[in-house]
T-cell receptor
């Protein structure tokens, strides 16, 4: 079975600083996608970034970037220049056919 | 914009009731999903439908069933609601491709008393 592990239930960052959220996954497949979703207090799930397993280059979306280590099955999310609006639950996910999520990391941003 | 609509934002039911959670998407997506979200457990997949009348069990299907008679609608059914089914339920849809992102509804917070 696919599993996704987020080992940090909570993280805190100072506004304008950088924070990294960890994610590991377990699979025997070679072709898959990895995602980070954000869930603010509104409960609406928002896609932050996605990465194709075949691509060596790490995905980047503005202040969000990933560190994808395929051999280690690691997919961390780096948020640069943190803003108050980044405060949310962050979920790492893995997709082959269906999509499986980790338990989430609650990010607090301090002004 | 893609819209995934869940019929209720909050729902209160009694133990033993049959409960229907409805989800409708407007983007002709093949795939639809039902998850439940609990603190500390993240999103757990209940059922996945990859096309009309097609379904697969997720990690926690016990106590639930689903129906997908039309492409745009995916219903989650609690045959006999129990207190341990009190949770947030999220519906999602996507294109039939591994790179497809999921579009989510705004969730239904179900309380079973």
């Amino acid at each position: 079975a696919q599993t996704v592990t987020q080992s940090q239930p909570e993280m805190s960052v100072q506004e304008a600083e950088t924070v990294t959220l960890s994610c590991t996954y377990d699979t025997s497949e070679s072709d898959y996608y990895l995602f980070w979703y954000k869930q603010p207090p509104s409960r609406q799930m928002i896609l932050v970034i996605r990465q194709e397993a075949y691509k060596q280059q790490n995905a980047t979306e503005n202040r969000f970037s990933v560190n994808f280590q395929k051999a280690a099955k690691s997919f961390s999310l780096k948020i640069s220049d943190s803003q108050l609006g980044d405060a949310a639950m962050y979920f790492c996910a893995y997709r082959i056919g269906d999509m499986r999520f980790g338990a989430g990391t609650r990010l607090t941003v301090k002004p | 914009d893609v819209k995934v609509t869940q019929s209720s934002r909050y729902l209160v039911k009694r133990t033993g009731e049959k409960v229907f959670l409805e989800c409708v998407q407007d983007m002709d997506h093949e795939n639809m999903f039902w998850y439940r979200q609990d603190p500390g457990l993240g999103l757990r997949l209940i059922y996945f439908s990859y096309d009309v009348k097609m379904k697969e069990k997720g990690d926690i299907p016990e106590g639930y069933s689903v129906s997908r008679e039309k492409k745009e609608r995916f219903s989650l059914i609690l045959e006999s609601a129990s207190t341990n089914q009190t949770s947030m339920y999220l519906c999602a849809s996507s294109l039939r491709t591994v790179r497809g992102k999921l579009f989510f509804g705004s969730g239904t917070q179900l309380s079973v008393l």
